[in-house]
């Protein structure tokens, strides 16, 4: 069915499973999905189970079940990153042997502001068969040096042209933390580049995220995919939903009411009422798909709403 060529669109959605999917994480899927269908493209499904202290039982599962109540139905195998630890060493090794990865044992307050280590262990480098010792003295992150005069910039669809200069800003980053979990940033530009990814659609809220992972990019060797982060869905009184204020899970048996509250919160055209199904309101959405339409915040009536 696929024609995917090395320039085909590859969209995905990346749920942590951390709890069940809110309003904000199905706009989120919704989105992607909307832009890999409009393009004639793939939209995989990757599942960022790479920190088990915060994820909850079951959820992965939950996610998946309700994706598939929605209608939104993924190209190929689904990618568990908890499978993945070879390939994030992998890329640490790689990191490690350009000269990019440093091993540190320095809380937050011994760093600088720019994440440099005052006790001087990025001066002592991160040698092999050093940082993969798994029983040092002190418990070491290895982290990313950032080049003093990194700055990246690129145009972003809904959040317009950005300038980062993340070398006189954020600094040095974990890509591997001292409780020996793979940071975020190293697992997702190691899985975009596995599974191809040529656009990342996500919430703005990982808007800041981009600019280190523009850097893992290349100094990985990875092509950069195209970004595009949608404004955080807020409720009516302007505060964002999402996992940690607690938003209210979407009930799995109710898509159709979900996905027009989705639809209406990025401005779309409401689907007819004789669209009753989620399959029959995908295939509305996806034929009248308006980007430009999304408001600068996209906002719902409230959880009673949904
Ligand atoms: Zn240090």
Not at 43 to 65: F, Y
Not at 236 to 258: F, H, M, V, Y
Request: hydrophobic content about 40%; charged content about 15%; aromatic content about 6%.
């Amino acid at each position: 069915m696929t024609t995917a060529g090395h320039s085909a669109y590859r969209g995905r959605f990346a749920p942590s499973p951390t709890g069940p999917l809110h309003l904000g994480s199905l706009l989120a899927a919704l989105t992607s999905w909307l832009e890999a269908r409009h393009a004639g493209g793939s939209w995989l499904l990757r599942m960022e189970d790479i920190d088990p202290p915060r994820e909850q039982a079951g959820a992965a599962d939950a996610i998946l079940h309700c994706l598939q109540q929605h209608g939104l139905r993924w190209d190929e195998a689904v990618l568990w990153q908890s499978l993945r630890g070879a390939a994030y060493d992998g890329a640490l090794s790689e990191l490690d042997a350009r000269g990019h990865l440093f091993a540190c044992a320095c809380s937050r307050q011994q760093q600088g502001p720019l994440g440099e280590c005052v006790r001087g262990c990025h001066q002592q480098g991160c040698r092999e068969g050093d940082w993969r010792d798994t029983t040092p003295p002190r418990p070491r992150a290895l982290r990313v040096s950032v080049p003093p005069s990194f700055t990246t910039r690129w145009h972003d669809t809904w959040q317009g042209p950005q300038h980062w200069p993340l070398g006189a800003t954020l600094g040095n980053f974990v890509v591997r933390r001292k409780d020996g979990l793979y940071a975020y940033q190293l697992a997702v530009v190691v899985d975009d580049a596995a599974q191809a990814i040529t656009d990342v659609v996500r919430g703005a809220d990982l808007l800041d995220s981009t600019p280190r992972q523009h850097l893992l990019q290349q100094l990985l060797g990875h092509p950069t995919p195209r970004y595009a982060h949608l404004p955080v869905l807020t409720d009516a009184g302007g505060q964002k939903l999402s996992k940690q204020n607690l938003a209210p899970a979407i009930d799995p048996n109710t898509p159709e009411r979900n996905l027009r509250a989705a639809l209406a919160a990025l401005g779309q055209t409401p689907p007819p009422v004789t669209a009753n199904t989620a399959n029959a309101i995908l295939a509305f959405a996806l034929e009248h798909w308006a980007p430009a339409a999304v408001p600068a915040q996209p906002a719902v009536a409230g959880p009673a709403s949904f």
